[in-house]
């Protein structure tokens, strides 16, 4: 897993592939119980993510993916309601979001505001209608980002449906010739909605087969990856 080190009373992790009990195509920490992998084994690789938050696993909260711009506040071991982003302010309830080519992004309050984290889902949908700010002001005060592991400017080829909105949206830098770049994307939306420092993992998870799942990589079946975090 590989911990963001951010100020303040918080876990933050995005997990890899690595470390947990499933097999195949799932193999081995998918966090995903949609993906047709065994149900338990999902579970135990969650509890194994909680343990690494510090916290129990039976409080995850989690939504129902559907790519959109839906935030909503976690309640303690809620899940399967629609939407992209999950955020909290009381401690130890752990929230996740569940990627493998889309953007896990972690936002956190800093400079002493009153502790609170959200986590969001950003595929290429979701940033063009407005994840990234929907989350920022959803959580609000003065907030510190990270965007974490997803498909990089390196292997994401698109079509101009999807190319056009996000020259518009984004100036040409978003585009690599025929490839659109998530995470360039993902940190002018975060400056555009006023968070005050971004970091960005740049690593891509159609790139590195050991350590990620991707869908443009394989397809389904495959597992899921995901940013977690909690107010400690």
């Known amino acids: ?6 100020p303040g009373p918080y876990e933050v992790v995005f997990s890899t592939r690595a470390g947990g009990v499933s097999e195949g195509p ?12 065994n149900v338990d084994r999902v579970d135990e690789n969650r509890r194994r993510l909680c343990t690494v938050l510090g916290t129990d696993a039976a409080g995850l909260a ?10 909503r506040k976690a309640t303690r071991g809620t899940r399967g309601e629609p939407g992209d982003g999950l955020w909290t302010d009381e401690p130890d309830l752990p929230v996740l979001a569940l990627t493998a080519d889309c953007l896990p992004i972690a936002l956190v309050r ?19 209608g407005g994840i990234v700010a929907a989350g920022v002001d959803t959580l609000g005060g003065s907030l510190q980002a990270c965007v974490g592991p997803a498909i990089g400017p390196c292997c994401y080829e698109v079509g101009p449906d999807v190319a056009e909105p996000f020259t518009a949206a984004f100036g ?15 940190e002018r ?4 909605a006023g968070v005050e420092q971004v970091e960005r993992l740049d690593l891509c998870t159609a790139c590195d087969p050991d350590l990620f799942f991707s869908h ?3 397809g389904k079946p495959r597992g899921v990856q995901g940013v977690a975090a909690r107010v400690a």
């Open 1 to 6: 897993m590989i911990r963001w080190d951010v």
């Open 26 to 37: 799932y193999a081995s920490l998918n966090l995903g119980r949609m993906t047709g992998d």
């Open 62 to 71: 989690l939504n129902r993916q559907v790519h959109s711009t839906l935030v």
């Open 110 to 128: 800093a400079n002493g505001e009153v502790p609170g984290v959200a986590v969001l889902h950003a595929g290429w949908r979701g940033l063009i």
């Open 172 to 186: 040409a830098g978003v585009l690599r010739g025929r490839n659109l770049d998530l995470w360039f994307a993902a």
């Open 189 to 192: 939306a975060l400056e555009r």
């Open 216 to 218: 443009r990589r394989t």
